[in-house]
């Protein structure tokens, strides 16, 4: 089994910066990619940003674009995503979603999600 466990969020005043980290563990055999959603009240859920894993190369929704940047550390298997000039609009549940293969399963990946970490953009 694979457990993805988020860090980082809180309170922070427009313009300030926050930083989140996914942590994967478990069974884990390999890693496609790393994304971060974000659901904020009465919206959607949007995809944010994105990193592979092997090409280690990111992908961010327009919103974001120039303010938050992604990383990963694939010795810990653990993705992080800095968070700068941040705007009320930026006031979400943050949620990592990766897709993982595992010892058990090595050939068929599947999704998994984290619990989700509140970001709160207010002066």
């Known amino acids: 089994q694979v457990q993805l466990v988020e860090s980082g969020g809180g309170l922070v005043q427009p313009g300030g910066s926050l930083r989140l980290s996914c942590a994967a563990s478990g069974s884990i055999f390999n890693i496609?990619?790393?994304n971060w959603y974000r659901q904020a009240p009465g919206k959607?859920?949007?995809l944010v940003a994105t990193i592979t894993w092997r090409g280690n190369t990111t992908d961010y929704?327009?919103?974001v674009k120039g303010r938050f940047t992604?990383?990963?550390d694939n010795t810990k298997n653990t993705m992080s995503l800095q968070l700068n000039s941040l705007e009320p609009e930026d006031t979400a549940d943050y949620y990592c979603n990766a897709r993982i293969s595992t010892l058990?399963?090595?050939t068929r990946p599947?999704?998994?999600w984290g619990q989700g970490t509140q970001v709160t953009v207010s002066s």
């Open 70 to 72: 992604a990383s990963r």
């Open 110 to 112: 599947l999704d998994y």
């Open 104 to 106: 058990v399963r090595p």
């Open 61 to 63: 929704a327009d919103s």
């Open 44 to 46: 959607q859920r949007e």
């Open 32 to 34: 496609y990619y790393m």
